[in-house]
């Protein structure tokens, strides 16, 4: 019997037809000889919005580097001769007064990165720029609006969303606008949301997912202000060889869940570009599945050997072995990034994470003995947890101290968690559900959806004791702080001779994490405010949560 895709039937489409050929011929050829922006086209301004969740100790480059959706998007329409800017507000005390007064500087076309944890923000923003210019079109992209387009569209003021991957979509967007031909083009353009004349939502068939990753350009990271400030652009990135997943787990949304990798040629081209152009020293591979396919891992790793890097990837335990690891380990991987998510039997079963303690330990042993540290990624609060797996996860943890992140079960949009979490009433609206995540900071104080239906402090306790169980993140050195960074939880225990023999004694006793400030505003979004009395009551009593504490001056 077939499998059942769990996600949206549309995001597993090809694009593979003549108008996308064409796009994806034009972006190939203008990555090789880009066009010369031209002053008569539209000026399109793409705003990165903030997140606020917190990375752990030597992990908080992640939260400043340039990544691979916004740069791409940029890039392609650099390429192509449209006056580009990328507007950053992911750390700026009040990012929507800076974006909105970025954008009205010079925008004719706004562009918007959705996140799971950015709708508040995101539908704010839209709103100031609808109300003093109104003739700015507004286009969304991103995980966001992907997963719950028509939510996404009723309830903002986006004009046009980019469901799945966007290069191509954004470029037939935009040269159909420069010529003023929307009106007629829009209900033929593949893959998006848009208004019609009488303000109705209309769905145009999906575009799918681009065949051929080589058309993809090499990223313009000048793109991104990082590059005008004093101190340039940091030298770690997030980037790809990749995109999709062959697993299909309940609790992760992806956007393209076929998988679709690069050539080794041209991953080693798109390396060269960034060590020679930007001087990248450590690269975040963020592909799903790094290591999925033992042959293409192998080659993968040949390529970027050459080229004198460090880097972290993520992968599945089921995907290691003596020959990937020594691969890995010789082509400078710093630390593999595991989802372990639980080491529950049951828990993993309804997770469908493929996965089980005896392969989580096997591939904890290959990659200690290959001489890599081995990152353990933890959820707390799944479905079927019980207070024995969940301790199990603590032992594990503190064991081997080995934890690089844990966090509460969030129900992403998009996925069979949300789903349940919809039909089971623990999310009283979608809006309020969308509002109530971009409170969420990755620390244990976080409010959470208890769907587990284990005690709140029973969650809590293990949490924090997981978290105590940090290791070090592979950035100890990270020179680009912001001005604006809050850091959180200091812990004078060093864990492991491992750790202290990386990272130095006292290596987190000033912060355990590091994050953006909250926006102002996110104490309305706390569950108490957005949820359900009796859901507030099991997950958010016990301690208030950084949003909370924004309403009373903490």
């Given at each position: ?20 050929h064409r796009y994806i011929e034009q972006m ?302 010789d082509a400078g991987a710093d630390i593999i ?84 979490a919809v039909r089971n009433k623990m999310i ?127």
């Amino acid at each position: 019997m077939a499998r059942k895709l769990s996600l949206a039937l549309e995001l597993y489409a090809d694009a593979n037809g003549g108008v996308d050929h064409r796009y994806i011929e034009q972006m190939r050829n203008q990555d090789t000889e880009p066009v010369p922006t031209d002053p008569t086209l539209p000026r399109f301004t793409l705003i990165v919005g903030p997140s606020p969740f917190t990375m752990p100790r030597g992990w908080e480059f992640f939260l400043t580097s340039p990544y691979e959706g916004a740069t791409y998007i940029s890039t392609v329409l650099h390429n192509a001769g449209y006056p580009v800017r990328i507007i950053d507000v992911r750390y700026t005390p009040n990012p929507l007064q800076a974006a909105y007064e970025q954008i009205i500087e010079g925008t004719d076309v706004l562009g918007i990165c959705t996140f799971e944890d950015n709708f508040p923000f995101c539908r704010t923003l839209m709103a100031m720029v609808r109300e003093t210019h109104p003739d700015i079109p507004i286009i969304c992209g991103g995980s966001l609006v992907t997963s719950v387009p028509s939510i996404f569209m009723s309830a903002t003021d986006c004009d046009i969303a980019v469901i799945s991957e966007g290069e191509i979509t954004i470029l037939e967007l935009m040269e159909s606008y420069s010529r003023g031909s929307w009106k007629l083009d829009l209900p033929t353009i593949k893959g998006i949301c848009y208004r019609d004349e009488k303000g109705n939502t209309r769905r145009t068939p999906p575009r799918g997912q681009m065949m051929d990753l080589d058309a993809l350009p090499r990223m313009r990271l000048d793109l991104w202000p990082q590059s005008r400030s004093p101190l340039g652009m940091q030298p770690q990135v997030i980037s790809s060889y990749s995109r999709g997943c062959k697993m299909d787990c309940s609790f992760c949304y992806r956007t393209t869940p076929q998988v679709r990798a690069k050539s080794p040629e041209k991953m080693d081209r798109d390396l060269d570009w960034l060590k020679t152009q930007y001087g990248v020293d450590f690269c975040f591979f963020v592909d799903l599945t790094f290591s999925s396919h033992r042959g293409q891992t192998l080659e993968m790793c040949d390529v970027i050997s050459q080229h004198d890097l460090r880097w972290t990837c993520l992968t599945r335990c089921a995907d290691m072995d003596v020959p990937r690891i020594n691969a890995m380990r010789d082509a400078g991987a710093d630390i593999i990034l595991y989802g372990v998510e639980s080491l529950g039997r049951e828990v993993l079963r309804e997770a469908r994470k493929g996965s089980s303690e005896n392969l989580t330990v096997r591939a904890m042993r290959t990659t200690f003995d290959g001489g890599v540290r081995f990152g353990s990624l933890l959820i707390v609060g799944l479905p079927n947890e019980t207070e024995e797996s969940l301790s199990d996860m603590v032992q594990f943890a503190e064991q081997y101290n080995h934890v690089t992140r844990v966090k509460y079960l969030s129900a992403m949009p998009g996925t069979t968690v949300y789903q349940d979490a919809v039909r089971n009433k623990m999310i009283r609206t979608e809006i309020d559900h969308l509002n109530w995540l971009s409170v969420e900071q990755a620390l244990h104080e976080d409010e959470f959806l208890n769907v587990s239906g284990l005690p709140e402090q029973v969650c809590r306790d293990a949490y924090k004791r997981v978290y105590d169980a940090y290791q070090p993140g592979p950035v100890m050195d990270f020179k680009h702080w912001p001005e604006h960074f809050q850091y959180f939880h200091p812990q004078p225990a060093d864990g492991t001779e491992r750790s202290t023999s990386y990272a130095g004694t006292r290596w987190r006793a000033e912060w355990s994490s590091a994050a953006a400030p909250l926006v102002p505003g996110s104490e309305r979004y706390t569950l108490d405010k957005v949820a359900d009395p009796e859901v507030a009551a099991v997950g958010s009593t016990l301690m208030d949560c950084g949003a909370k504490k924004l309403s009373v001056g903490v």
